[in-house]
């Protein structure tokens, strides 16, 4: 039974989330003096989105599952806030650990700070400079607030730096990134989706905002896709939200050529990353894991948070533009994977950085742990 010397709240409401709070809560578990107390939001509540990541990642069970879901930003963080003060009174954490940037991750930083209670931000810094993104505003205002901003990478640091965040009294810490504890921890555990899959495929997602609400950009990029699967097969897990937008768009059939599959775990995804030729996507994290695995990728985005891939040759921005898709695509059949001298990300250590750090800052012994 654990004596509790420090006690945690974790808020988490989306699928990268719930991957990068196993691998804090994995270490967490091993020492007899913390309590976690994990809240989910329900800001993802299909099941193959949600529930199916807690049992695959071994994440226990929230304590609290709020239900909330289904409504736009305004009204969505607002109802966050209210449920989470009311747990947040209840339970009186030393720390509300967020992750990324999401609506949740706001509410629950905002819910923290009005009552007093220290706010630590996983994935902290990062800045696409758009702020027509939800998530740009999310993340810029979680910063502010918050007392311990654990940035993943050096450009993360620099762009806090750059908004003078240490004259706000914050601990500014870099971690590393805890996707790549995750990647590299559950790598060995990759398992194969049922689906029928083709040989030498790329993997490609899509699913953010700004192209599959948008018709014109949508369009760009199922039709090029299509037009690219008929020579290199490509698969395709496909969000709930973008079957929705492109059967709305496309009334009779799907994409001919590409090879849809259902939306997959995260095990499963690792699969893919393993087996892929190279990612094209629009998703964040997905960036990030495909340089994980060492496979090139080519980001359906006019800009990226993960600056230094790009920098550094592996990641390719394309948007929604179909000549600049087909020429990446050119490029990276060709192109050869380089050897790195340093890390991008910290090696794999990012969870034990901010556990100690947390522990620190509350000035908590490093007592306790269990052997």
């Known amino acids: 039974m654990k004596t509790c010397q420090l006690k945690i709240v974790t808020i988490i409401g989306a699928r990268p989330q719930f991957i990068k709070a196993a691998v804090v809560s994995r270490l967490i578990a091993q ?5 976690e107390i994990i809240v989910h939001t329900g800001q993802h509540f299909d099941s193959n989105m949600s529930d199916s990541f807690f049992k695959e990642l071994s994440l226990p069970h929230p ?3 709020l239900n909330i879901n289904c409504l736009n930003h305004g009204a969505l963080t607002g109802r966050m806030m209210e449920k989470l003060e009311e747990l947040l009174l209840q339970e009186r954490p030393d720390w509300v650990l ?7 991750t706001l509410a629950g930083a905002l819910a923290a700070k009005k009552l007093h209670i220290k706010v630590a931000h996983v994935e902290a810094g990062l800045r696409s400079f758009n702020m027509d993104m939800p998530e740009e505003i999310n993340r810029i205002l979680t910063d502010r607030i918050s007392n311990v901003l654990f940035c993943p990478t050096p450009a993360a640091v620099q762009n806090i730096n750059k908004e003078g965040f ?9 971690s590393g990134d805890v996707m790549q504890d995750a990647a590299l921890f559950y790598a060995q555990r990759a398992k194969k989706p049922v689906a029928a899959l083709p040989k030498d495929f790329i993997l490609c997602t899509v699913h953010r905002a700004e192209n599959i609400e948008n018709a014109t950009r949508l369009s760009a990029i199922f039709d090029t896709l299509n037009s690219i699967a008929q020579e290199l ?4 897990p496909l969000h709930p939200h973008t079957r929705q937008q492109l059967s709305a768009m496309y009334s009779h059939k799907l994409h001919p050529y590409i090879s849809f599959i259902n939306p997959v775990g995260y095990l499963e995804m690792i699969w893919l990353l393993q087996h892929c030729q190279f990612v094209m996507t629009d998703s964040g994290g997905l960036q990030k894991e495909a340089y994980f695995f060492r496979k090139f990728c080519l980001t359906l985005r006019e800009e990226t948070e ?45 969870a034990e950085r901010i556990l100690t750090e947390l522990r620190n800052v509350s000035g908590k012994s490093m007592m306790g742990m269990i052997d």
């Open 98 to 104: 967020v992750y990324g940037d999401t609506d949740s």
């Open 233 to 236: 097969p490509i698969v395709l």
């Open 63 to 65: 304590r609290y599952h």
């Open 31 to 35: 020492y007899d003096d913390i309590e």
């Open 306 to 350: 993960w600056t230094e891939l790009v920098e550094n040759g592996v990641n390719f921005l394309v948007g929604a533009n179909p000549l600049k898709i087909k020429e990446g695509v050119a490029e990276i059949i060709t192109k050869k994977w380089k050897l790195f001298q340093h890390d991008l990300y910290g090696n794999a250590h990012a």
């Open 166 to 174: 240490a004259n706000f009294n914050a601990t500014i810490v870099q």
